[in-house]
């Protein structure tokens, strides 16, 4: 596993900034940081955390040439081994920037199907995607490989040293380490996870509720015959929802079942734990044994009140927590960081338009919000309660139909946004999936992280915008559009064929155009 902490020094970056002013934002000052500091900043964006999201972000930055640092607490990675899944939409995110070829050996494909409240219905056929499965991958191998990825591009990650304070000017930001080391930078983006120590200090508003139902999870082996824990999981499994054993080979096991009456949830459970809580649902702690990783989880549901205040951002479980009910968690982070990453380098390269950054908060927070409430209905599905149950029946029964089904999968895979762009046809708004082009597929003309213009007329031009889009004429392309706009993440951002609304929405997107 890797654990080096630091590169060498990402290249210097001559360009013109053009950053907001913090003004009187809330937040300015949220933590003990003693004696002002206008020092030129060392870097361009600190990043604290380094996970899945942080570590995507710092990626997207360097592509750029941002010059990036992320702060990671802990001194290594996490060596347990638990098994997470990229989505649909992350799949094609990872396609995007040349990442998938690398990820693929590491995962297993499976079906992208019977997500939503873990309700046993097959994926809809022909999914808008070329990447329409799951991939479930262990989770120290995915945060290796961004990390790796970030690293490669240029990023500095020091292990072993946290934020302990930080204050924003109209400059940059301040940020003092847990050692009393003071560092210097433009921006500073909070990755830090649930219990995010960025967005405590800044003073930012985490409404929700509060767990009430405690799940224990986890990875081991089991005892009993594969085909006797298949039948007796599917009998358990019509009253109990929270409640499964699902194969990953060579003996190892998924294992869910609920925690009521275990320890108290400051302490980690334990193998006796399970094996308790198994007999007690089961009648059989079907013979399991040794553990992978252990752990409980909530059903707490919170959503940061805001993304940004002034000079500092929050991205991932920073700014939103939720139960790991249809797998969401981590993919909606690293999406966030897609967000984010271009638009944050735009505004520190000077060619951002006045309110680019704002549309991070814009169209992440409202995802944010309909997540949150798919893992809330998802949750009351599981109870075993009369009423959540016969809603759970009457669901099963309506996903029978194609339509229903589609719009629950597109929902959980992430491919079924529409940021608000305005009026428009459907798919303005919407990422454009990876079609063929006469230079093979659209998502390999997107890795070095610009916009594209896919032109089938021929006709038209970025002009002054060709240092940060790129154009492709290509009439033989797989679009029913004469023209597309994309920006870096992959949406839609125009659709058209004439060159003055073209101009225009490049002007929206990309800033004015290069002398």
């Keep these: 596993m890797h654990s080096q902490q630091v590169t060498a020094e990402p290249p210097s970056n001559d360009r013109v900034e053009r950053d907001s002013p913090v003004g009187d934002a809330p937040g300015v000052l949220r933590s003990p940081v003693s004696g002002a500091d206008h020092t030129p900043p060392v870097f361009d964006v600190i990043i604290a955390g380094c996970g899945p999201t942080g570590a995507m972000l710092a990626a997207e930055l360097r592509l750029h040439d941002v010059r990036v640092l992320v702060l990671e607490k802990e001194t290594e990675p996490v060596s347990f081994v638990r098994i997470v899944g990229l989505h649909i939409r992350s799949l094609e995110l990872m396609a995007m920037r040349g990442l998938l070829d690398r990820i693929l050996p590491h995962g297993r494909q499976r079906p992208a199907g019977g997500f939503f409240a873990a309700i046993p219905k097959p994926a809809p056929k022909g999914l808008d995607s070329a990447y329409a499965y799951l991939l479930g991958i262990p989770q120290p191998v995915i945060v290796h490989l961004l990390e790796e990825h970030a690293i490669g591009l240029g990023a500095q990650v020091r292990r072993g040293r946290a934020v302990a304070g930080f204050e924003q000017d109209?400059?940059?930001?301040?940020?003092?380490?847990?050692?009393?080391?003071?560092?210097?930078?433009?921006?500073?983006?909070?990755?830090?996870?649930?219990?995010?120590?960025?967005?405590?200090?800044?003073?930012?508003?985490?409404?929700?509720?509060?767990?009430?139902?405690?799940?224990?999870?986890?990875?081991?082996?089991?005892?009993?015959?594969?085909?006797?824990?298949?039948?007796?999981?599917?009998?358990?499994?019509?009253?109990?929802?929270?409640?499964?054993?699902?194969?990953?080979?060579?003996?190892?096991?998924?294992?869910?079942?609920?925690?009521?009456?275990?320890?108290?949830?400051?302490?980690?459970?334990?193998?006796?734990?399970?094996?308790?809580?198994?007999?007690?649902?089961?009648?059989?702690?079907?013979?399991?044994?040794?553990?992978?990783?252990?752990?409980?989880?909530?059903?707490?549901?919170?959503?940061?009140?805001?993304?940004?205040?002034?000079?500092?951002?929050?991205?991932?479980?920073?700014?939103?927590?939720?139960?790991?009910?249809?797998?969401?968690?981590?993919?909606?982070?690293?999406?966030?960081?897609?967000?984010?990453?271009?638009?944050?380098?735009?505004?520190?390269?000077?060619?951002?338009?006045?309110?680019?950054?704002?549309?991070?908060?814009?169209?992440?927070?409202?995802?944010?919000?309909?997540?949150?409430?798919?893992?809330?209905?998802?949750?009351?599905?599981?109870?075993?309660?009369?009423?959540?149950?016969?809603?759970?029946?009457?669901?099963?029964?309506?996903?029978?139909?194609?339509?229903?089904?589609?719009?629950?999968?597109?929902?959980?895979?992430?491919?079924?946004?529409?940021?608000?762009?305005?009026?428009?046809?459907?798919?303005?708004?919407?990422?454009?999936r990876d079609i063929d082009v006469k230079q093979g597929r659209l998502y390999g003309l997107l890795h070095r992280g610009r916009g594209l213009l896919l032109d089938r007329t021929e006709r038209l031009t970025v002009g002054g915008w060709s240092d940060r889009v790129d154009y492709l004429a290509d009439p033989t392309a797989a679009l029913d559009a004469p023209c597309v706009l994309l920006r870096p993440d992959g949406h839609v951002a125009w659709i058209g064929d004439d060159q003055q609304d073209l101009d225009d929405h490049l002007s929206r997107w990309f800033g004015k155009p290069a002398d």
């Design 170 to 432: 109209d400059e940059g930001v301040t940020v003092e380490l847990s050692d009393g080391e003071r560092l210097r930078s433009r921006y500073l983006v909070g990755c830090d996870g649930a219990r995010s120590t960025v967005r405590k200090l800044l003073g930012v508003g985490f409404p929700g509720e509060p767990s009430r139902t405690d799940t224990l999870m986890g990875e081991m082996k089991a005892g009993m015959p594969q085909e006797e824990i298949a039948a007796k999981v599917a009998e358990i499994g019509e009253t109990h929802r929270r409640f499964w054993l699902r194969p990953f080979g060579e003996g190892v096991y998924s294992v869910v079942v609920p925690a009521a009456g275990v320890s108290d949830r400051a302490e980690p459970p334990t193998l006796e734990d399970f094996k308790q809580q198994l007999r007690t649902v089961a009648g059989t702690d079907f013979g399991v044994h040794s553990p992978r990783w252990l752990s409980r989880f909530g059903d707490a549901t919170r959503l940061a009140e805001r993304y940004r205040v002034g000079r500092v951002l929050l991205a991932g479980d920073a700014a939103h927590i939720h139960p790991p009910i249809g797998g969401q968690g981590l993919n909606l982070g690293v999406q966030d960081a897609f967000n984010l990453g271009w638009k944050l380098a735009a505004q520190l390269r000077g060619w951002a338009p006045d309110t680019l950054l704002d549309t991070y908060q814009a169209e992440r927070h409202p995802v944010a919000e309909d997540m949150l409430d798919n893992t809330r209905a998802q949750m009351e599905l599981l109870s075993t309660e009369p009423g959540p149950q016969a809603v759970r029946r009457l669901l099963t029964e309506l996903m029978d139909s194609d339509e229903v089904n589609r719009r629950l999968i597109e929902k959980i895979t992430a491919i079924g946004i529409r940021y608000d762009f305005g009026e428009g046809p459907d798919l303005l708004g919407r990422r454009l």
